[in-house]
């Protein structure tokens, strides 16, 4: 039965000209698109998003860069949309990521790490709702 990951294409790789590739990999690996926004995250925005790494040293920097540029959320949809989406972007770090996966292709950095996958069922729904439901804050 179809699930539901969330994803962000994030500033370096929409600043990089990645967009149309990224979304290509998407769609070609089995994944349909059922919502899309570019918009631009407020610092109070993503602060919330991340809110789970807050204690941790790079949170600052991760804030500032996620608040840099635009970005491109979407909903996908899929068997397995979690796990197959985190195995379609690869490792958070682009050097230990798998080759032909999104970060090995179009990351800059551990930091700048070009895309955002859900990390679980229940947080592409928290996720999903934070940019296309009702922009409820958890
Ligand atoms: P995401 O949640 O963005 O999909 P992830 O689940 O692979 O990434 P997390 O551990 O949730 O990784 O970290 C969230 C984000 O914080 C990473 O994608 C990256 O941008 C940044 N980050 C994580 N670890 C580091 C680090 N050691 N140094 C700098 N930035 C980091
Ligand atoms: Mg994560």
């Not at 994030?10 to 769609?27: R, S």
């Not at 993503?46 to 040293?57: G, L, M, Q, W």
């Not at 179009?106 to 700048?112: D, L």
Request: hydrophobic residues 40%.
């Amino acid at each position: 039965m179809p699930s539901t990951t969330f994803t962000m294409i994030k500033p370096d790789a929409v600043q990089n000209g990645h967009i149309g590739a990224i979304l290509q990999q998407i769609n070609e690996a089995g994944f349909r698109i059922t919502a899309m926004e570019m918009t631009r995250l407020s610092r109070v925005e993503a602060e919330t998003f991340y809110a789970v790494h807050k204690e941790r040293p790079f949170f600052p920097d991760l804030v500032a860069y996620m608040t840099s540029g635009p970005i491109v959320a979407a909903i996908l949809e899929k068997d397995q949309a979690v796990d197959d989406f985190r195995k379609l972007i690869g490792a958070t770090d682009p050097a230990q990521a798998e080759e032909g996966t999104i970060r090995k292709k179009y990351a800059s950095s551990i930091a700048a790490n070009a895309i955002h996958g859900s990390d679980s069922d229940e947080n592409a729904q928290i996720e999903g709702s934070f940019f296309f439901g009702t922009r409820q804050r958890f």
